[in-house]
């Protein structure tokens, strides 16, 4: 039996790519390309609502368990819950709960966010450092050196800028060998992404179950 | 896109397919040699250590959506979940999964599944193995990094769509003492994860990941297609070069 649901839901996955992928070159099947995209769109907005279940499981569990961190999670579902009430009773005309919602949002989210941000620069001088530390080759010498070039010349110190061999040198990295370095990353990914691709139309790699 | 462009895409999709299933079926007679690549060879060596020690793996597969042109990274961060998955199932602690795209993770759920039943169909799944973290960058970050820290996780495989915030979960990889194998799509995650993890995988090396994990023959063959695809590219640029040289372009 699950053998059987194996392979229909191969022939359903398989026949769902082949009309996608058709309909970006042939108009005939544009239609049937755009009705099935509409139904991605509309499950994966319904695998938000699970991703939310799924999300209160696994604190919930956490609380449950008593596991490392568990005080961290009873935060988290206070949050979510408070803000789930916040949107519902918002959406029933009570402006006022809306206006608390945003508050919530603008005033915790988005400067925790801005913090995180700060700390992902200390990170990665910290990490840079570490770098010239356990990692000493060429790779890693010119990749710092290259990183110092640029943000000497991004500065806005006028005895910097007045230096004519540094904007040159700025261009020039930046313009020509980050420039060709970047479309030939971009090239081998995009070829990957094609091949990907095509191994999930073969049937060869199956993320919706099955062997 | 103009017919002729779609005509051309569509040729080198069919060019590439055709090609997919010849090196497969040659594959199956002699098996391709690739060259080195260190962090797959750290990957196998820190899964093993999982199975031994009894720690977890936790694979990372990011932010990217099925609905967006970042699906293709999440897809084979899907296929390595498979792999390690199955591999690390009968460690005392089984790997869980962190995305940041609920779609991702319901398929992060059913790979698991598979993986654990493809080892030992009479154990229950635990559906929270396939965990969401945000829907955010930095909240994904941030819902992510507890994980590290506090479920004996000694082994980290980021591989997925991150913007530069995915430095902060290697080093939270790092503080903890876990291994760290990382991957993106994106220029600049990579640039930071060359900083921030000791062996990163740099540009299509991430969709290398399953023919360097003996994932099949058709993962080979993916792989052998494209590098032919790549000095193809190679020699039309160099071409294309020459023709600009003398005029002719």
């Known amino acids: 039996m699950k053998r059987i649901s194996s392979a229909a839901y191969a022939i359903i996955a398989i026949s769902t790519g082949t009309l996608v992928l058709l309909g970006y070159f042939l108009p005939q099947v544009a239609p049937f390309q755009m009705i099935l995209l509409d139904w991605a769109v509309i499950l994966s907005g319904f695998a938000v609502f699970v991703g939310v279940g799924n999300l209160f499981s696994v604190h919930y569990t956490k609380i449950r368990t008593r596991s490392k961190g568990y005080l961290y999670s009873f935060a988290t579902l206070i949050s979510m819950l408070t803000i789930l009430l916040l949107g519902f009773v918002g959406a029933l005309g009570f402006s006022v709960f809306t206006e608390v919602e945003n508050v919530l949002l603008n005033g915790i989210m988005i400067p925790v966010e801005i913090s995180l941000m700060a700390v992902l620069a200390v990170t990665l001088v910290y990490s840079s450092i570490r770098l ?3 990692r000493v080759n060429v790779k890693s010498i010119v990749f710092i050196l290259t990183v110092l070039f640029i943000l000497l010349g991004a500065a806005s110190s006028p005895w910097i800028n007045a230096l004519p061999f540094l904007g ?3 261009l020039i990295i930046s313009q020509v060998f980050a420039t060709g370095g970047a479309r030939g990353i971009l090239i081998g990914v995009a070829l990957g992404a094609l091949m ?3 191994r999930i139309f073969f049937g060869a790699d199956r993320p919706y179950g099955g062997k | 896109m103009n ?3 779609g005509l051309i895409a569509l040729g080198i999709v069919l060019i590439a397919a055709v090609m997919m299933a010849v090196f497969a079926f040659l594959a199956q007679r002699s098996p391709f040699h690739f060259r080195d690549i260190a962090s797959f060879r750290q990957i196998r060596r820190a899964v093993s ?7 977890r793996l936790h694979i990372s597969l990011g932010r990217g959506s099925l609905l967006t042109p970042f699906g293709a990274v999440a897809l084979a961060g899907l296929s390595m979940l498979r792999q390690l998955g199955e591999t690390t199932s009968l460690s005392d602690r089984p790997p869980i999964s962190t995305t940041g795209d609920p779609v991702i993770n319901l398929l992060a759920q059913e790979t698991l599944r598979t993986a654990q039943e493809a080892v030992d169909r009479d154990k229950a799944f635990d559906a929270t193995q396939g965990r969401i973290t945000g829907m955010t960058p930095f909240s994904y970050v941030a819902g992510a990094m507890p994980y590290i820290r506090d479920d004996q996780v ?7 769509n991150y913007g530069v915030e995915v430095a902060l979960l290697a080093e939270a990889a790092e503080r903890e003492g876990a291994a760290v194998i990382a991957a993106s799509d994106y220029l600049p995650a990579q640039a930071v994860l060359f900083v921030a993890t000791p062996s990163p995988l740099i540009g299509e090396e991430l969709f290398a990941a399953g023919a360097y994990q003996q994932a099949g023959n058709f993962h080979s063959a993916s792989l052998r297609v494209q590098d032919i695809f790549r000095w193809v590219i190679i020699v039309a640029i160099l071409i294309g070069i020459l023709l600009k040289l003398v005029n002719l372009l």
């Open chain 1, 132 to 134: 010239l530390r356990d």
């Open chain 1, 168 to 170: 040159n040198f700025r």
């Open chain 1, 196 to 198: 990907t691709g095509l």
């Open chain 2, 3 to 5: 017919q002729i462009d």
């Open chain 2, 49 to 55: 250590m999982v199975v031994e020690d009894g720690s």
């Open chain 2, 154 to 160: 000694s082994t980290n495989v980021l591989i997925g």
